[in-house]
């Protein structure tokens, strides 16, 4: 097939804006193409060469390629940098410029699919010292033997810009028509989903038919496209869509599919990116804790203090998406993955399979470990129970709660009705710090063992003349502090709880309250734990302070008394309470 042709279509399609006119023309072009190119055809219709979780991307520097495009016209780079501006398109600019070309190339050669394809594809794969010279020759040569309307889509592809604007819902309705009939359109879409190689679906259609579609399933190492969630504003409603729910903390991280074969561990993003590098902890973990030769399953990451555990906000997990350090990014910013559903165990495809079923293999395929754990999951059908356990996921920095129906399937790429999430529609800000009593103390692990690793503290309660708790603190302490808290907080031990805190909580140390200590978070939460406020704001829910850190600001200065009370917490509550989107 020439490029040539090809580029025909393309004129077709970038002249039209009507979806049903750009099908027709797709269902032209791909009952033209010949079997053996049409892979390579809808990549490069899809301005690629591959699909995207093989992660070869092209993306050619601008600067470039007028380079290699003033190298065969043989006009200054001014005269080209001039022709992309009025222009205002690389396409368009080679176009014309080459048009209007001043050095005449004698041997001028027919450019096939698979010439073009394949220049670009060594494009694309040159890398290192001294290849940006042997980058702009090669394009440059290309160009040499391109008509003036195929170096237009040669510039758009090599530097990311073909932006035909077709999407793959498109690209599948124009393959189920060119090679199947209508009813095949979801069985197509199915095979899509599962191995996310738009390329590959069409070489099957053509060489095999809708029956090897049929037989397609989701394979380790290609990434299946990752089902979704929509949104309700109340566990009833959700309740009445579902039945029984799995209700999942939604942790505030990354969505992760991990691919297992033998020892090779692939990691991929929501969007289909091979992130592997990027996370070699997860990888690791992967290794040594899937128990099986095989498998495909998935998880959220989330960031945590490298002290406590403690989650972290969404943020913090970003600091790990760099390409350089990340040696010194995982120790920085260490991660934790909890995983959620198995789509493929020992080969076998699970995804027709009830989620509660997926849920039990998920839990035999892995070993529990620091770091790599079953998603925390609660099975009701009951509103104020999960209300409870909703409080508790934000309260321990999570979104909110996942609720996914006990039998639903996994749709692969679909946002349907059976995975619902449920997050806040309010939050209150936590703008002021306040000043709580140490009343408590939780024993440390890890680097922590031996001391505290977090406190518990309490506010103050004026009318009852009791101190509830507010939070569970382990951060925003130096190692001296942490070394010096046994030593400080040693007169205030007692044997139990003192008899006027009030907690749902079991520490492992009690104090009589004594000890003043300043603390910030992000938000007051609800929370069905901490009792300050109990009862106040909503019925067994008390406030809470989500991602709370010490400020290092002792309050010798305050009597227990002087901490801050409860209808202080619950103005700032009130105060500060803002709708969110
Ligand atoms: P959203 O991005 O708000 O549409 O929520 C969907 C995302 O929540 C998923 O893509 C995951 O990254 C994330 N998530 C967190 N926890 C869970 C969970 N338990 N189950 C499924 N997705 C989760």
Not at 304 to 328: C, N, W
Not at 399 to 423: C, F, H, N, P, V
Not at 534 to 540: K, S, V
């Amino acid at each position: 097939m020439q490029y040539i042709e090809l580029v025909e279509f393309y004129e077709l399609i970038e002249a039209t804006t009507k979806r049903l006119e750009m099908t027709d023309f797709l269902v032209n072009l791909f009952k033209h193409t010949p079997g053996e190119v049409i892979d390579k055809v809808v990549y490069l219709t899809q301005g690629k060469l591959y699909p995207d979780f093989v992660g070869i991307e092209m993306g050619m520097a601008e600067k470039m390629a007028l380079r290699a495009l003033a190298a065969t016209t043989g006009d200054s780079p001014d005269e080209v940098e001039e022709e992309l501006k009025t222009k205002g398109d690389i396409g368009l600019a080679a176009e014309s410029l080459l048009k209007a070309k001043k050095q005449v190339t004698l041997s001028r050669k027919e450019l096939l699919v698979q010439d073009v394809y394949d220049a670009l594809d060594k494009l694309a794969k040159t890398s290192g010292a001294g290849s940006v010279d042997a980058k702009v020759r090669a394009l440059s040569g290309l160009l040499a033997d391109a008509e003036p309307v195929e170096a237009k889509y040669i510039m758009r592809t090599i530097t990311g810009k073909m932006r035909l604007g077709i999407a793959d819902m498109t690209i599948l309705d124009a393959l189920a028509q060119a090679f199947a009939d209508k009813e095949a359109r979801d069985e197509i879409e199915r095979a899509y989903n599962h191995t996310s190689d738009m390329g590959d679906v069409a070489l099957t259609l053509s060489k095999k038919g809708i029956e090897g579609i049929k037989k397609y399933h989701a394979r380790v190492g290609r990434p299946i496209r990752m089902m979704l969630a929509q949104r309700m504003e109340s566990a009833g409603e959700i309740l009445e869509k579902l039945g029984r729910a799995i209700c999942e903390w939604k942790y505030d991280g990354e969505r992760i599919q991990i691919h297992k074969l033998g020892n090779k561990i692939s990691l991929f993003s929501r969007r289909l990116e091979n992130i592997t590098e990027q996370y070699p902890d997860i990888a690791a973990l992967a290794r040594q804790n899937l128990k099986v030769e095989e498998a495909i399953i998935e998880g959220e990451c989330v960031a945590v203090d490298s002290d406590t555990g403690a989650m972290l906000p969404f943020q913090e997990l970003m600091h790990r998406r760099r390409k350089y350090g990340i040696e010194e990014a995982v120790k920085e910013f260490p991660a934790n993955i909890y995983l959620f559903d198995a789509l493929l165990i020992e080969g076998e495809d699970l995804t027709e399979k009830p989620l509660s079923q997926r849920r039990e293999i998920l839990k035999k395929a892995i070993k529990e470990v620091n770091g790599f754990r079953l998603s925390d999951a609660l099975f009701s059908s009951n509103v104020k129970e999960i209300e409870g356990y909703f409080e508790n996921a934000i309260e321990n920095g999570c979104e909110g709660l996942m609720m996914k129906g006990e039998d639903s399937t996994y749709q692969a790429g679909a946002r349907g009705w059976l995975w619902i999430k449920l997050k806040r529609s309010y939050q209150s800000k936590m703008i002021e710090p306040i000043d709580v009593v140490i009343v408590g103390a939780f024993m440390g692990r890890g680097k922590r063992s031996g001391s505290y690793g977090a406190l518990l503290v309490a506010t103050y309660d004026h009318e009852k003349d009791v101190f509830p708790t507010i939070s569970k603190l382990g951060s925003g302490f130096t190692d001296e502090d942490l070394k010096s808290l046994p030593e400080i907080l040693m007169p205030y031990k007692l044997k139990h709880k003192h008899a006027r805190v009030e907690s749902t909580l079991e520490a492992d140390v009690w104090f009589t309250p004594a000890f003043v200590i300043e603390v910030i978070g992000d938000e007051l939460t609800l929370s069905p734990i901490h009792t300050c406020a109990f009862n106040r704001i909503r019925e067994d829910a008390g406030i809470a302070i989500r991602f709370p850190r010490f400020t290092r600001r002792w309050r010798k200065d305050k009597a227990p008394e002087d901490a801050t009370t409860v209808e202080e917490v619950l103005d700032m509550y009130n105060a500060q309470l803002k709708k969110i989107g």
